[in-house]
């Protein structure tokens, strides 16, 4: 297995298994938080997907996004099934891109997000996008348990 198929499989796991947290909250705890100051359930799904998108544009533009618009901006999170079909497209087409590069631009090609504090490899990147939306699972798991909402087995 090429190192680019690899990484392709670990972003699609990921994905699998936010998708089943995701569908187990119901959309009536969507706007659920902890706080005043955090994000509630449906935000952090749409911020999982719409960040994913941004890194797709850093990849493909060698760096930070000035310009970026973020997809649906503005339209409210409805329900989990309309995220994930929003989501969809854009994550093949993710997928498509990362199964195009060479295992070589992994390790070689540097995506300069200095203005954030980093620059790093393309396969640093990918790793680093994919641990981010497991970070976020693993939120949506501990504010589904602070809310006493049953949560999914993903350990499969």
Same mark, same amino acid.
């Given at each position: 297995? @090429?190192?680019?198929?690899? =990484?392709?499989?670990?972003?699609? %796991?990921?994905?699998? @298994?936010?998708?089943?947290?995701?569908?187990?909250?119901?959309?009536?705890?969507?706007?659920?938080? #902890?706080?005043?100051? =955090?994000?509630?359930?449906?935000?952090? /799904?749409?911020?999982?997907?719409?960040?994913?998108?941004?890194?797709? +544009?850093?990849?493909?533009?060698?760096?930070?996004?000035?310009?970026?618009?973020? #997809?649906? +901006?503005?339209? #409210?999170?409805?329900?989990? %099934?309309? +995220?994930?079909?929003?989501?969809?497209?854009?994550?093949?087409?993710?997928?498509?891109?990362?199964?195009?590069?060479?295992?070589?631009?992994? =390790?070689? @090609?540097?995506?300069?997000?200095?203005?954030?504090?980093?620059?790093?490899?393309?396969?640093?990147?990918?790793?680093? /996008?994919?641990?981010? %939306?497991?970070?976020?699972?693993?939120?949506?798991?501990?504010?589904?348990?602070?809310?006493?909402? %049953? @949560?999914?087995?993903?350990?499969?």
């Amino acid at each position: 297995m @090429r190192a680019t198929e690899l =990484a392709a499989l670990n972003l699609t %796991e990921v994905r699998r @298994r936010s998708g089943l947290v995701w569908r187990s909250i119901p959309d009536s705890w969507l706007s659920w938080k #902890p706080d005043d100051a =955090a994000m509630s359930m449906g935000e952090v /799904i749409r911020h999982v997907w719409t960040s994913q998108v941004y890194y797709h +544009e850093a990849l493909k533009c060698g760096g930070s996004v000035p310009d970026y618009r973020e #997809p649906h +901006e503005g339209h #409210p999170v409805r329900g989990v %099934e309309e +995220e994930l079909s929003l989501s969809q497209r854009y994550f093949e087409r993710f997928l498509d891109y990362v199964g195009g590069l060479s295992d070589d631009e992994l =390790a070689t @090609r540097m995506i300069d997000r200095s203005n954030v504090g980093y620059i790093r490899s393309v396969g640093d990147m990918l790793a680093r /996008i994919a641990y981010h %939306e497991s970070v976020h699972t693993g939120q949506l798991l501990q504010y589904m348990r602070m809310a006493g909402v %049953e @949560r999914p087995q993903i350990w499969d």
